[in-house]
């Protein structure tokens, strides 16, 4: 059991942070600068997490003073038992809260709550690559299915057997980028692909990138600097599609400021009917775009602590494989190995997920020195 005194100094020194905050959010000042406001409402319910879970280590920690206390001054026999039987519920709930509250004082990724823009890219083997890009689309679309999120498609182009050479959509919900951050990286599979005629089994791989969407606050754009374009959407749709130019096209010239370097970015969106929607979203995708770029320098900062984020620092990293002549799936930052490749493929991928965070939040408490 950890020190409860250092523990409990660490808590106390944060009801009088809470108190500032909970002041300082309902100044009108504050609430009229919307970056600022937003960081403090997250911080306010970080910290009130944190002071209920200090309410209740408090009261079990005099609930056990107490019971220890009638364990030795108690002469009746049945008294003494519930005595000691309450001493022995606050020992056992003890280092459970203890380690939860370790885990409330670790800062948080500050990108956790928010939605997420997921791409899915065909790698190396062509149109099996595709193949399989499209699967693992429908894998996150029925993960995402059973959180309760919402998934729009912003664009996609399809591979010539099927599936797709890229999709792109954006995740909403509760939570979603602290969630699927650690799905970015390379995916690879083996298995006979539908346009093998031997029965070889093959390998081939497809790309997931999984950015934090940003705020509107979050990225400066001239939005008078980007240079659109209208076009008519293609794929299914009936009469409508090729009559009306509801795609959208986006160019903006952008300085890196990492590398003083002017890229021109590139977006389309052909997501609705309604090109005004379709240009809410491609900005929305020029934000995020502009966003990940710029906070790539701290994502890589992190990846250099941690192994099991070394996905979100290095794309290019070889995540996971799934294998299906043997049926299973490992993942490769943490051992992970399960011979449920069917369900897992069909969206059961929350078990990977929960044993990836238990992995990351240990290196997280290791580097906290809590």
């Not at 919402?150 to 996609?156: E, T």
């Not at 093998?196 to 600097?225: C, K, M, W, Y």
């Amino acid at each position: 059991m950890a020190d409860n005194n250092t523990l409990l100094e660490k808590l106390d020194g944060l009801v009088s942070r809470f108190e500032e905050v909970s002041t300082l959010i309902t100044d009108p000042n504050v609430i009229g600068d919307q970056s600022r406001y937003v960081k403090l409402t997250k911080e306010y319910k970080d910290l009130n997490n944190i002071l209920k879970a200090r309410e209740m280590y408090m009261s079990l920690l005099s609930g056990l003073k107490e019971a220890k206390q009638l364990m030795h001054s108690e002469s009746d026999p049945e008294m003494r038992e519930m005595a000691r039987e309450e001493a022995e519920r606050c020992e056992k709930q003890l280092p459970e809260l203890e380690e939860k509250i370790k885990l409330l004082l670790v800062p948080a990724d500050p990108q956790d709550d928010r939605n997420a823009i997921l791409e899915i890219r065909g790698g190396t083997g062509g149109d099996e690559a595709a193949i399989f890009a499209g699967d693992l689309f429908r894998m996150y679309a029925k993960y995402c299915e059973s959180k309760g999120w919402k998934l729009d498609i912003s664009s996609f182009s399809e591979g010539a057997s099927g599936g797709y050479k890229e999709i792109i959509c954006s995740v909403s919900g509760e939570k979603v980028y602290g969630t699927l951050k650690y799905e970015s990286g390379v995916h690879r599979v083996q298995r006979v692909p539908a346009t093998e005629t031997q029965g070889r089994v093959h390998t081939s791989a497809a790309s997931v990138a999984v950015l934090p969407e940003a705020e509107p606050f979050d990225v400066e754009i001239n939005e008078g600097e980007i240079k659109w374009d209208t076009f008519r959407s293609g794929g299914a749709g009936g009469q409508n599609v090729n009559k009306v130019e509801s795609g959208v096209r986006l160019r903006y010239n952008w300085k890196n400021p990492n590398t003083g370097v002017v890229e021109e970015i590139l977006i389309e969106c052909t997501e609705t009917r309604d090109q005004p929607k379709n240009k809410e979203r491609a900005l929305s995708r020029l934000r995020t775009f502009i966003y990940d770029k710029e906070h790539q320098k701290y994502i890589d900062d992190i990846a250099s602590k941690r192994k099991t984020m070394v996905s979100t620092g290095d794309r290019s990293a070889k995540i996971r494989t799934y294998n299906y002549p043997q049926g299973r799936i490992t993942d490769h930052r943490i051992n992970y190995t399960i011979y449920n490749l069917a369900a897992f493929m069909d969206g059961d991928i929350q078990d990977c997920i929960d044993h990836l965070i238990v992995a990351e939040n240990a290196e997280r408490l290791k580097e906290s020195e809590l």
